[in-house]
């Protein structure tokens, strides 16, 4: 079966620019280097590493809003990593973005029918306004949403059912794959699973594919079949959802899998903007070695001049360490 994507020797480069000194100089920042993986038809592949390990960037880079300096993306089988034009527009139409946070990636002043409408509007896929009413009605339906929600505003609704507007939306086109980029990271505890299992059941009717990214271990475990581990820009793991939390065999999976959970986002978001990890990977001085060489507890001379290829360690599972646990 073909996948549904296929990210193949992925990289990514920021350009920054330095305003330092007497002249603004810019220069080029690694954010991906090399990441590979696919997700098949009806599959949750799980994202996960600390902040700044690139897991937005490569949503991103995959869905095209970002360049890519090297690598290939396939969807379905196509090379889409220079899509442009009428292709490009496809595209946006099968592979669908779902954010953090609903009350800023919703517009305020539309009303919730015209919010989950809008790409039939863009994308010409409703006839009339009565088919386009009617596709509207059965998609709210769809996410669990009262029918009379559509004549409402997003300033009417909490953040759990703003976020089934976004799936809503999201779903419309019905997408082959959807990028949900910490989609309930910043809902109320209570409300995490109701819209977890919502997607995991519409998972189920669409047959469609996830790369759900995401900071909480526990949730990415529940809707992950596959989890991918990155750390500086570089895959360190990847493997089936119990083979990665049961028997990880990276030293970096295992440091993540066993720090100790800070359970509020907002805090933890804080806490990472306030203070970055002092060990946390110079990106812009990248060196020849394993990336995690320099926090790692196995690291040796070998990890810190050549760096470790993803290599299968047992049936699909593949590890990034010259070391493995
Ligand atoms: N627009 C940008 N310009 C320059 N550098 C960027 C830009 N966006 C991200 N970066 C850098 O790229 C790296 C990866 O960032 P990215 O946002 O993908 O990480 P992340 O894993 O999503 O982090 P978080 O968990 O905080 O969301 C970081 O070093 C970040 O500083
Ligand atoms: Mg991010």
Redesign the pocket.
């Known amino acids: 079966m073909t996948p549904t994507l296929a990210v193949e020797d992925l990289s ?1 480069d ?3 620019t330095d305003r330092g000194g007497l002249w603004p100089r810019r220069r080029q ?4 280097r090399r990441i590979g993986f696919e997700i098949e038809p009806g599959e949750t592949l799980g994202l996960v ?12 880079a995959i869905l095209r809003r ?1 360049e890519t300096s090297g690598g290939r993306i396939l969807f379905r089988g196509t090379d889409i990593t220079h899509a442009s034009g009428p292709a490009l527009r496809r595209l946006r139409a099968e592979m669908q973005l779902i954010l953090q946070d609903p009350f800023t990636s919703l517009n305020p002043r539309m009303r919730i029918a015209d919010i989950v409408g809008e790409p039939l509007l863009v994308h010409r896929r409703a006839a009339s306004r009565a088919e386009m009413r009617d596709r509207v009605a059965a998609l709210l339906e769809k996410v669990g949403l009262p029918a009379d929600s559509g004549a409402r505003f997003p300033h009417a609704f909490s953040g759990g059912q703003l976020q089934r507007v976004g799936i809503a939306r999201a779903l419309a086109l019905r997408p082959g794959l959807v990028v949900a ?2 989609p309930v990271s910043a809902l109320d505890v209570s409300v995490r699973a109701q819209v977890v299992n919502l997607m995991q059941d519409i998972q189920r009717q669409e047959g469609l594919s996830y790369l759900f ?1 995401a ?1 909480d271990l526990a949730v990415v475990r529940h809707i992950s079949h596959r989890v991918a581990i ?1 750390y500086g ?1 570089c895959m360190m793991e990847i493997a089936g959802r119990d083979a990665i939390y049961d028997n990880p065999r990276h030293p970096y999976t295992e440091a993540l899998l066993s720090a100790v959970p800070v359970p509020d986002p907002p805090a933890q ?1 804080l806490r ?1 903007r306030s203070a970055p990890p002092a060990a946390a990977p110079d ?1 812009a001085q990248p060196n020849a070695g394993c990336v995690y060489a320099a926090r790692c507890p196995r690291a040796t001379g070998h990890c810190r001049a050549e760096a470790p290829p993803l290599a299968e360690i047992a049936p699909g599972h593949r590890v990034a360490c010259w070391h493995p646990l």
């Open positions: 990514v920021y350009t920054v920042v690694p954010a991906l590493g600390e902040s700044g390990s690139g897991k937005t960037t490569a949503g991103r970002v980029d910490e990214i900071h990155l820009g978001r990472r990106m």
